[in-house]
């Protein structure tokens, strides 16, 4: 037994086609029956038995030969703008652990130092003392 599926309005299908056609030149994508019929829940073949001339019309636009495009993409913008910023993440990174190490050696140096000053002016160090009770 089949479940029954509501008839949608050939305005909303095209509503529909029309979103899909913008996203596959956005993405340089073909467009496919398949695709709009998954938008609208519906099974291939009940899509193109109850809009015979919107799928000969998504089958005619896959057809057509793919008109070159003139510059990148939005797709291809993103793609580029992501790895720009991974490259950027990466030098951070980097930065930050040689700024972290730099920190750990002026730790070292400034303990080092403290403790050749206080040994050559024979200072006793307070807190390593231990006090009476």
């Known amino acids: 037994m089949t479940?029954?599926?509501?008839?949608?309005?050939e305005a909303l299908v095209r509503k529909h086609l029309q979103e899909m056609l913008d996203a596959c030149r956005a993405t340089n994508a073909r467009p496919s029956v398949l695709t709009l019929a998954r938008r609208l829940n519906l099974t291939n073949t009940t899509f193109r038995r109850r809009y015979p001339?919107?799928?000969?019309?998504?089958?005619?636009?896959?057809?057509?030969?793919?008109?070159?495009?003139?510059?990148?993409?939005?797709h291809d913008k993103l793609i580029a703008r992501n790895a720009k910023l991974r490259r950027q993440n990466r030098d951070l990174v980097t930065q930050?652990?040689?700024?972290a190490a730099q920190?750990?050696?002026?730790?070292?140096?400034?303990?080092r130092l403290q403790t050749a000053l206080e040994s050559a002016s024979k200072v006793t160090n307070i807190s390593s003392r231990t006090r009476p009770r």
């Not at 479940?3 to 949608?8: G, K, S």
């Not at 799928?55 to 939005?74: C, K, L, V, W, Y």
């Not at 920190?103 to 303990?111: E, V």
């Open 53 to 74: 001339e919107i799928a000969q019309e998504i089958s005619e636009q896959r057809a057509a030969p793919a008109t070159p495009r003139r510059g990148p993409t939005e």
């Open 96 to 99: 930050l652990a040689l700024a």
């Open 3 to 9: 479940r029954p599926v509501p008839d949608l309005p």
């Open 103 to 111: 920190i750990q050696h002026l730790a070292l140096r400034t303990q």
